[in-house]
């Protein structure tokens, strides 16, 4: 264990276990560098896997000012992470909240990406949802700093996407209720109000999917209801991206369906380094990026 310092002057804590190409796991709002162990476990025996927690995240730095968290700074945050550790490139996994860091990291420094996967992500950002959830998520810090984690565990935590997890695996479901119950009541209040709630939504980032060069993978549970049509719209954006649906799942699949997870991950992991991850042949493109009813009312 140790810490990286970031651009801006914040400590970020870091776990390395196993040696060899590295993968730098990227943490969702409601985990931890703790919610990997599953595939930490699983791929330490062939790669140097990296786990952090972000800035909001003790042991990492707790910054009191809103303003230090956004999408663009969680973004480069993985990077600070690769340097600090003096890693050039490695395979960049993110779940949800590190789904959309992972993906802007590619967007911004996909040559320091061996490969991207970006697994639960996209989530509010359809135009229909897209209002609704930066209110949510400022309704949401409010709640935080007035009923504490512990609260906010035992309603948000067992949402709708979430209920999926809860059912397959108690024991897992407690486990992730205590730790999310741990987290900082300030660094989360201020992850939901500075980051989730102040990124952009894909839908407006087409052109810079589309410039995306770096093999993708992007997984998602088919009961996360409100990110299936955004998925879709990353699937046909990113010309080296595949899609995987994993079946009756929710949000959390890495810890929800961990042994499906990591095979998907590690054949994709080994296609890629075997050069056998091609993009998209041009005769499967789609005709339109938007799908057969066309632009969402509310793109421009």
Known sequence: MSYVTTDDGVKLYTEETGGGTPIVFV???AGDCRSWEPQVRHFSRRYRCITYNARGYPPSDVPEDVERYSQARARDDV???????????????????GAFAT????MA?????LSLTIAGGAYGAHPAHYRDFQKASADNAAQILEKGMDHFAATYGHGPTRVQLQN???????????QFSEHSALGSANTMRGYQGRRPSIYDLTAEMQAIEAPTLIMLGDEEEPALEANLLMKRCIRTAGLAVLPNSGH???LEEPALFNRLLESFLHQVESGRWMPRDPRAAPAS????????????
């Open 27 to 29: 943490h969702e709002f």
């Open 79 to 97: 990077r600070c992470v690769l340097d600090g550790l003096k890693i050039e490139r490695a395979h960049i996994v993110g779940l949800s909240m």
């Open 103 to 106: 993906l802007h990291f590619g």
């Open 109 to 113: 420094y996909g040559a320091r990406a």
């Open 168 to 178: 397959k695996d108690p024991r897992g479901f407690a486990e992730y209720i205590r």
């Open 252 to 254: 959390g699949i890495n």
């Open 289 to 300: 990026i938007w799908g057969l009813s066309g632009k969402p009312k509310g793109v421009a």
